[in-house]
């Protein structure tokens, strides 16, 4: 298994690359173990820009020990892979905190190493979730049961007749309440372990398990991911929080949507101001909030275990032990507990 191909006497039409990063070969040898997180001490707590840049690290030393002084590759070739390589992780560590809090709540065991606080809410089926990490250029809409899809589709075509539109561009990850019908299926339940190649594809097929079976009130999460921020970047994901909210919030009537930014650097940029927008949707009204309610640069990987835990825990305990056949959407419309 090769951290690196050597393109050199295969070269790509158009491009002068002549070495490329083989991104899933650095996740599956870096990571072969274990996943950040739910690991080894020392990987849990080791600081998690480190953690992300560690698979390009030992591409590039794979690269100067096979093609010594020959071997380059270019910086933005490096910026965009550590990137995916910081998406695909934390991915994977919200799996295997989901994959464990799903087993509690239909009766399993909490695990005793890593030691994390078993969840304070009652075990119940109907509190499972479900992670979700979003390919490029996927519509979130897809995720929504056929009438809310149809309702966002109306407002697209009425939109359509003054030759305008309203694009949705995609948060990495979602979280959501995993569907009733969906709630057999073990793997929900079955953490990755590691991360290689058979782990990678179940985090990048998970969405179509669950797609067109998500009401509306049930996406509870989104996030967007940015190995770096840079000044010119900092309002798209203030775009995607906020079509998101006028979409399910307020066409839909689901409860707050909440919508993080997920950074590992975003010194000078000023994120943190900007961030402080309330959603448009909202703006309005006596119940204004934050469009992105919190821009979250992750120390390390327990950190973001216990942070996701408590999450899960406070807006969980909004789902209904029984289902009411009234109520399919099992979050109830109020404010959310996070500010």
């Not at 032990?321 to 109830?332: E, W, Y």
Request: proline share 8%; with cysteine; charged share 20%.
């Amino acid at each position: 298994m090769r951290l690196i191909e050597d393109l050199r006497s295969a070269p790509v039409r158009g491009r002068d690359t002549e070495f490329r990063l083989a991104q899933q070969n650095m996740l599956a040898y870096t990571f072969d173990t274990s996943v950040p997180g739910w690991g080894p001490p020392g990987l849990n707590g080791m600081p998690f820009l480190d953690v992300a840049r560690q698979p390009v690290i030992n591409a590039k030393e794979e690269g100067r020990l096979l093609y010594g002084p020959d071997f380059a590759v270019k910086g933005n070739a490096v910026a965009k892979v550590t990137g995916d390589i910081y998406e695909v992780l934390t991915t994977a560590i919200l799996w295997e905190t989901a994959a464990h809090w799903n087993t509690y709540m239909c009766g399993g065991r909490w695990p005793t190493s890593p030691r994390y606080a078993k969840p304070s809410v009652a075990p119940s089926p109907r509190r499972q979730v479900a992670v979700l990490n979003l390919p490029r250029k996927y519509d979130w809409v897809r995720l929504l049961v056929k009438e809310a899809q149809q309702e966002i589709g109306s407002i697209r075509a009425k939109l359509a007749e003054r030759n305008l539109t309203m694009p949705t561009s995609t948060p990495d990850i979602a979280i959501v309440v995993l569907p009733e019908e969906a709630g057999d299926d073990d793997t929900w339940r079955t953490p990755l372990g590691n991360l290689a190649r058979p782990g990678q594809q179940v985090l990048a097929q998970a969405h179509r398990r669950v797609q067109g079976r998500i009401e509306p009130g049930e996406i509870i999460l989104a996030m967007a991911l940015k190995s770096s921020l840079r000044s010119d970047r900092l309002y798209q994901p203030l775009y995607e929080a906020n079509v998101m909210q006028f979409l399910l919030e307020g066409h839909l009537n689901a409860p707050r949507v909440e919508f993080e930014v997920h950074a590992l650097t975003a010194e000078g940029t000023g994120a943190e101001k900007i961030y402080q927008a309330a959603s448009i949707h909202s703006a309005g009204t006596d119940k204004a909030h934050r469009a992105v309610r919190e821009l979250y640069k992750p120390a390390n990987a327990t950190q973001i275990v216990q942070r996701f835990l408590q999450f899960l825990n406070d807006r969980m305990a909004l789902v209904p032990d029984v289902a009411t056949p009234r109520q399919r959407s099992p979050l109830p419309s109020q404010p959310s507990l996070f500010r």
